[in-house]
């Protein structure tokens, strides 16, 4: 363990008034980050999944390509970094039991869990071929938004009816793919293994996901249910409807700042062609507080419903 200490910058929240940046002589405990996980090319996993490249890798864990030795089927491979410990495992495993739960087209498959040989936690995944919507929009790619949002509400609809909150919908965890030979919007990346918030301090160096993306209960280290991918979906639907990106800024912490402070502008005053109906709705969707939210995601595609029939 390494002791750290050096004035940061942290989000604080007093119990009463606004919450501020303030700087702090922290002593801070570096819990060692477990090691990582001895997976590469060629490495068979639990005696089932020869690894035969990396999809990509994020701050959790690393996803690869592999193959199942007895079907030869194709899969995605996730190793999450969770540490070795039984604890860390079960809960995982739990939290896998309950997003297995979830069957539909746009909701990524999960197939199958286990323990790596240096005892790391895995899922398997149906193997998407296409790539995220960041990457399209990235390249410019002129994505059917209309319908790609009515999918992502589809998507968080199945979610939310067996109780599973994703909790971090970005462009990057929405995986666009073919399927019956139509585009289809897949929702990857549920938070397995990952830990939950709820300390008061935020320190933005810690911060997991992308601060733009963060909820405004995020931000504060606040519980987060069913309403945060509400806001989720508010955020890429102010982004593909609009083409620009919210609460930009150079520093961390005054994204932080925006997230919580910053009031969006109305679509139809930045994006040509939306109606006050639809700009009403992504604009609830994006409220700071979560009970000006819709209350769950069918009242919000209900709402959606009316409001790009009557486009
Ligand atoms: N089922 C899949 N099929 C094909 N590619 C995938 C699949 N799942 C993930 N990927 C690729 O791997 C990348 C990272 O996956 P994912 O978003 O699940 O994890 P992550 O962002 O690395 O993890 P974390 O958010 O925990 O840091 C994706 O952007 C995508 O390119
Ligand atoms: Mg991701």
């Not at 405990?29 to 990582?36: E, G, L, S, W, Y």
């Not at 929009?137 to 599973?164: F, M, N, R, S």
């Not at 935020?202 to 931000?219: A, W």
Request: hydrophobic share 40%; glycine share 8%; with cysteine.
């Amino acid at each position: 363990m390494t002791h750290i200490a050096q004035p940061r910058r942290v989000l604080f929240r007093p119990k009463r008034g606004r919450l501020r940046l303030v700087e702090m002589n922290i002593r801070r405990t570096r819990v060692p980050t477990p090691a990582k996980p001895e997976v590469r090319g060629g490495v068979v996993v639990a005696d089932r999944y020869r690894i035969d490249g990396v999809l990509g890798e994020g701050k959790m864990g690393r996803v690869f390509e592999a193959i199942e030795l007895e079907t030869l089927n194709r899969v995605a491979l996730k190793v999450s970094y969770l540490g070795s410990g039984d604890e860390p495992f079960q809960r995982f495993l739990r939290e896998v039991e309950i997003t297995r739960s979830v069957r539909h087209p746009n909701v990524v498959r999960i197939l199958d869990a286990g323990r790596t040989d240096d005892q790391h936690g895995f899922i398997t995944l149906e193997l998407l071929e296409g790539r995220t919507l960041q990457e399209a929009l990235h390249d410019g790619e002129d994505v059917p938004k209309e319908l790609l949002l009515q999918q992502l509400l589809d998507a968080l609809v199945a979610c939310h009816d067996v109780g599973v909150v994703h909790r971090d919908i970005t462009p990057k965890n929405i995986f666009m793919t073919v399927r019956f030979g139509r585009m289809a919007a897949v929702l990857i990346d549920f938070g397995l293994g990952k830990p939950v918030g709820g300390s008061r301090m935020t320190d933005p160096d810690d911060l997991l996901g992308v601060p733009t993306y963060l909820t405004p209960e995020q931000v504060l280290g606040e519980d987060v249910d069913a309403r945060a991918d509400i806001y989720g979906f508010g955020v890429v639907a102010h982004e593909l409807l609009s083409g620009t990106r919210l609460f930009q800024a150079e520093e961390t912490h005054a994204v932080l700042q925006k997230v919580l402070e910053e009031v969006p502008p109305r679509l139809d005053t930045v994006a040509p062609g939306v109606s006050s109906a639809l700009a009403d709705l992504v604009a609830r969707c994006l409220e700071k507080a979560a009970s000006a939210r819709f209350a769950d995601s069918r009242e919000l595609r209900e709402a959606w419903r009316a409001a790009t029939a009557a486009n």
